[in-house]
């Protein structure tokens, strides 16, 4: 029974891993775009008054595109492709990720309840953070690829490198270790899937205990019971991408080809003093349009296969 619970959350979570990269691949390419060190920043001057006489001073500075302005340039120079760059390996990667994550976080939840009081906060943050730990250590060089291939700019009409072509790049030119740069920021990362996963379970109890979702009998729950979960899920990781988001910045200059970035407080340093505070918040509203859908799609596609699946076979 125990080994065929652990297919079931392999199976669940691999499905929902998948349909939910599917529907938010482009937001997660302008986001990706916007972490860049390569992005090209807007002139813009600041009139400043001297301090003597009051006369202004016209000072350069730079502003960071829009979305918007993003967009249309993806679409005008590289095409609307463009903004699926990057779909094969995250197809290839998201449900075995998925799968591992939520397998892992399962099993290690039951190990975890023996040890602590049973689905407490600390059953929580322990299981979150042992099931991202395992997957992102297996799965960084997938993200590589897909990074990279996210990065590349050609013009419309250029042939662009495939996932396959990408690694062989990577491997050529970096070796082994290419495959896993960022890992650490992915290690950091880590704080955000506890958050996440810690405020999830405690509005998904809250939810069982005032009825939206049947506390009682796990074959009584109706539609109302998966959008409330769909919006905890989302709630969750709006507060949790916020918090830990700086480690997204920071990973993706750390995957750039042939850049300064060579570790994570080396990279958090730069991007500080070279560009401010505020450069570790770029592609945060892509991000935020992109990921609190996609956890809403995958932890209630996720929950309602458990619960099918569940059922059918006891």
Avoid at 77 to 84: A, I, N, P, T, V
Avoid at 108 to 113: R, S
Avoid at 194 to 220: P, Q
Avoid at 295 to 314: F, M, N
Wanted: net charge positive; hydrophobic share 40%.
């Amino acid at each position: 029974m125990a080994q065929k619970d652990t297919f079931l959350h392999l199976f669940a979570g691999g499905c929902s891993g998948t349909v939910g990269a599917i529907v938010t691949c482009p937001l997660e390419v302008l986001k990706t775009r916007l972490q860049s060190s390569g992005l090209t920043l807007r002139p813009v001057f600041q009139v400043q008054l001297g301090a003597l006489n009051g006369a202004g001073v016209m000072r350069p500075a730079t502003m960071t595109p829009s979305l918007l302005q993003v967009l249309q340039s993806i679409l005008e120079k590289e095409g609307s492709r463009s903004l699926f760059r990057g779909l094969g390996p995250n197809l290839v990667g998201v449900a075995p990720s998925r799968a591992i994550y939520f397998a892992a976080y399962s099993k290690t939840k039951e190990i975890f309840n023996s040890i602590f009081t049973p689905n407490s906060g600390l059953v929580h943050i322990s299981s979150a953070g042992s099931a991202a730990f395992l997957t992102n250590s297996l799965m960084n060089p997938v993200w590589m690829v897909k990074t990279r291939m996210q990065l590349e700019k050609r013009a419309r009409g250029e042939r662009k490198m495939n996932a396959l072509q990408c690694a062989r790049y990577v491997y050529r030119s970096e070796g082994i270790r290419g495959f896993y740069r960022g890992l650490t920021a992915s290690y950091a990362g880590i704080s955000e899937t506890v958050i996440c996963f810690l405020i999830y379970e405690t509005l998904k109890k809250h939810l069982a205990d005032t009825r939206f979702v049947s506390a009682s009998g796990g074959n009584n729950k109706g539609a109302s019971d998966f959008f409330g979960l769909m919006a905890a899920a989302a709630f969750a990781k709006g507060c949790a991408s916020c918090v830990a988001y700086p480690h997204e910045v920071i990973r993706t200059r750390l995957r750039e080809e042939g850049s300064k970035y060579k570790y994570f407080f080396q990279t958090g340093r730069l991007v500080f003093i070279e560009e401010g505070f505020t450069a570790f918040y770029r592609g945060l509203v892509p991000q935020l349009i992109r990921q609190i859908p996609n956890t809403a799609i995958v932890l209630s596609s996720y929950e309602l296969i458990v619960h099918l699946l569940g059922d059918s076979s006891h």
